[in-house]
């Protein structure tokens, strides 16, 4: 007979050891993925004097909104926008791809998923690598979009583990992840397309270096990642696990999650938290990343950063972001998690109101400094928790909507908020729009106290 000692002993090595490796799976995937974002701006400079139809067609749709708003007529603000719409497609690609990808991984596994995903990543950043034209850039974003899967998947491999410690500490290494990525793969993207070769097109170093992290990924997923979800827990049919399109794909029934709670096995007695958890992680990104969107537009206009300071002031969110998640959110204990979203939730209200009002640099730092430990810490303690439900053959489809419900806040945020930051003026779109947080802080309130395991 088992020693019960030895037997959780090996358990938390099992689970250390792959919170680790998902950890360095999602570093390898979002450097390569970040590389692109400093050089945007210049992209689309690139691809506006080559009189691409496609582009052309874009421009119009921008300078339309622009005219709508009354945004000033400035290049830097009409990259900002175009940049925008480029990233609401990228986010409603994955609010479509998320939630059949991880309702795919109950049925096939999620190693075998992640592993198809990061092939078709990087045949995106091949298309990037060999694109002349706006239109093939466009399609390897498209290509990118549809294979971004690959985050839910981790979340949903961290959910597989068995242990509410584990979890709440894997989600965090996620959110670490996400920080290191976001800070230091920018900087390599600017680095490598400073110099480019004798007619050689500036993208290129960084498109064919973002295509040799995402092969030593999958190389990296092939050795190292085990499968966390045993054949015994998956769903038996490919029906079952990727159930009626209508379920994964209509806004309506992803906020129901009707996908988990139409199958007989479904948490039938928590199924309102989950609903309520996926609103007050839906309003939470709504909110958050427009004002996150108009950060760019208030510094531009008030303080008249230059890209170099703006640069540096989301290197200094990042590194800030990676500390707290590293030092404080790993180490928050099962059952904690609710008090700390609450606490930093209450943060942001000050945090957003301080940065619409601030007069000088210093001010503008101090409001970012709360607004950073917000951010540590709000979406690893939500997936924590989401993560929690369902049964085991129904991970995947969790934690599959819930990325679906953030990229779908993250496609209409930015619209929403921008438009208010233009008609309504800085103060007015910071303020209000903090005072909105109030709306996930009062969801949390109707969480039943249902007891998990």
């Known amino acids: 007979m088992a020693n019960p000692e030895e037997s959780s002993t090996k358990s938390a090595s099992n689970s250390s050891r792959v919170i ?48 709508t708003i009354g945004v000033p007529v400035e290049r830097k603000y009409n990259n900002v926008l175009f940049g925008g719409l480029i990233g ?24 075998p998923l992640m592993m198809i995903l990061t092939v078709g990543l990087m045949s995106s950043y091949a298309l990037w690598a060999v694109s002349r034209s706006f239109s093939l850039f466009l399609l390897s974003r498209v290509v ?64 064919v270096l973002a295509l040799v992290f995402s092969a030593a990924d999958l190389l990296f997923i092939f050795v190292m990642l085990p499968e966390t979800l045993p054949k ?49 992680y839906f309003f939470y990104l709504f909110l958050f990343s427009g004002l996150e969107y108009t950060l760019s537009f208030l510094t531009h206009q008030r303080f008249q950063f230059t890209s170099m300071q703006q640069g540096k002031m989301f290197f200094f969110i990042g590194i800030t972001m990676a500390l707290i998640q590293g030092g404080y959110a790993r180490r928050i204990k099962p059952g904690r998690q609710i008090v700390t979203i609450r606490m930093a939730i209450l943060m942001l209200i000050p945090a957003f109101i301080v940065i619409g009002l601030a007069w ?30 369902g049964s085991a053959n129904q991970k995947g489809t969790v934690m599959g909507i819930l990325r679906s419900l953030g990229a779908l806040a993250r496609a209409l945020g930015p ?32 969480l039943k106290d249902v007891k998990k395991d």
């Open 20 to 67: 680790t490796v998902v950890f360095l799976a999602l570093l390898l995937d979002l450097l390569g993925f970040t590389l692109i974002l400093p050089l945007l701006p210049s992209i689309l400079d690139h691809y506006g004097q080559t009189q691409d139809p496609v582009y052309q067609s874009l421009q119009s749709l921008v300078e339309w909104f622009e005219l």
């Open 360 to 389: 000088n640099v210093t001010m503008l730092y101090i409001g970012l400094l709360l607004y950073s430990f917000a951010a540590a810490v709000v979406v690893p303690c939500l997936s924590t928790l989401v993560s929690a439900y």
């Open 232 to 280: 015994n827990n998956r769903v038996s049919s490919v029906a079952s696990g990727i159930q009626e399109s209508m379920d994964l794909l209509s806004p309506l029934a992803l906020f129901r999650f009707s996908a988990v709670t139409r199958k007989e096995d479904s948490p039938k007695d928590s199924i309102q938290n989950l609903k309520v958890l996926g609103l007050v």
């Open 144 to 207: 990118g979009g549809v294979c971004k899967g690959n985050v839910s998947l981790c979340t949903a491999i961290v959910a597989d583990l068995g242990c509410p410690k584990a979890r709440s500490r894997g989600m965090a290494m996620i959110g670490v992840a996400f920080s290191l990525g976001f800070t230091v793969g920018p900087m390599i993207g600017a680095y490598f397309a400073l110099n480019p070769g004798k007619d050689e097109i500036f993208y290129l170093g960084p498109a």
């Open 88 to 111: 609401s497609l990228f986010s409603l690609l994955q609010f479509l791809s998320s939630p059949l990808t991880g309702a795919a991984s109950d049925y096939y596994g999620r190693r």
């Open 415 to 446: 619209i929403v908020a921008s438009s208010v930051y233009w008609l309504a003026g800085a103060e007015i779109c910071f303020i209000v729009s903090s005072a909105f947080f109030l709306i996930p802080l009062t969801l949390l309130r109707h």
